[in-house]
C-alpha cells in the first residue's frame, strides 16, 4: 500500500511532464508551420508542388492533377468533395487550354470575360492558396509564375445533412454523417479549414472493399494514438476479421 501511494505521484509527476513536452512540440510545430504559409508562392512550380504536397501531407482527399498548357507544367489542388469538378472540366479548364500563357499571365480578365464564373482571382501567397483551398476553390499554379488562380467552383451537397438522431446535442452544430465518406469528409473540411486536419484513407473487407478514413488534426493529436489505429485496422485486414 505505501509503494502504491509513494509510485502515484511519480506517475502523475510523469505523465503531466510528458504532457507538457508534447504540447510545447506541439506549439512549435504549428508556429513553424503558420510561418510557412506566409511564404509567397515560388516561380519554379516544382518548389510551389512539393511544398503544397508538404502542407497536404497525409490528406488523401487533397487531388493534384497535373496539366500542360502550351506545353507548359501546370497543375491544379483542389479538395475533393468541396469542388464542382464537373464544372471545372466542362467549361474552365477547356478554356484555360485556348488561352496562352502570356494571355493568362498578364491578366485576369481574359479569363473572367470567357469563363461562366463570377469569381477569378490571384493568390500569391502559400496562405491564400490554401484558404482559397479550404473554401472548395480549385487552384491552378503555372510554371514561371509566381502567382495561382483560384476559381470560384465550391460545392455544395443537394443532399441535406440531417441533424443525428443517435448523439444529440443541446449547443452547436447539428449536422449528422450521412452514408457517403465524401460527403461525411467535406463536413469536417467546412469546418476545419486547416491543411492540419489530415485524412489517412485506407480500405477494408477482402470483399467490400470499404473505403474509410482516418480524420485527426496534426500538433493535436498523440502520433502513436494514430499509428496505433493504422496498426489494428491492417491486422484485422490481414487476420480476415473484416
Do not use: H
Not at 178 to 207: A, C, D, F, H
Not at 220 to 229: F, P, Q, S
Amino acid at each position: 500500500m505505501m509503494k502504491e501511494e509513494m509510485g502515484m505521484p511519480l506517475f502523475s509527476k510523469y505523465k503531466r511532464s510528458k504532457s507538457k513536452k508534447l504540447n510545447k512540440q506541439n506549439e512549435l510545430l504549428q508556429e513553424q508551420i503558420n510561418n510557412e504559409q506566409q511564404i509567397n508562392l515560388y516561380s519554379d512550380i516544382s518548389k510551389n508542388y512539393q511544398r503544397l504536397k508538404l502542407i497536404y501531407e497525409t490528406c488523401n482527399d487533397v487531388i493534384f492533377r497535373n496539366l500542360f498548357i502550351e506545353g507548359k507544367e501546370a497543375f491544379l489542388v483542389y479538395i475533393e468533395g468541396l469542388s464542382n469538378i464537373e464544372e471545372l472540366d466542362d467549361n474552365v479548364l477547356r478554356v484555360i487550354m485556348k488561352q496562352s500563357i502570356s494571355g493568362i499571365s498578364n491578366s485576369t480578365n481574359i479569363l473572367k470575360e470567357n469563363l461562366p464564373l463570377s469569381n477569378v482571382q490571384r493568390v500569391r501567397t502559400f496562405s491564400e492558396c490554401i484558404e482559397q483551398v479550404s473554401l472548395g476553390n480549385p487552384v491552378i499554379i503555372l510554371d514561371n509564375q509566381n502567382f495561382g488562380l483560384s476559381f470560384g467552383l465550391s460545392k455544395w451537397e443537394k443532399r441535406s445533412i440531417e441533424e443525428s438522431v443517435a448523439e444529440p446535442v443541446v449547443r452547436g452544430p447539428r449536422e449528422g454523417f450521412i452514408e457517403v465518406l465524401q460527403v461525411n469528409t467535406s463536413l469536417l473540411r467546412r469546418k476545419i479549414r486547416s491543411p492540419n486536419l489530415k485524412m489517412y484513407s485506407m480500405e477494408l473487407g477482402r470483399y467490400t472493399k470499404t473505403k474509410v478514413m482516418i480524420a485527426f488534426i496534426e500538433g493535436i493529436v498523440d502520433n502513436t494514438l494514430i499509428e496505433e489505429i493504422k496498426s489494428r485496422l491492417g491486422s484485422a485486414v490481414r487476420s480476415g476479421k473484416c
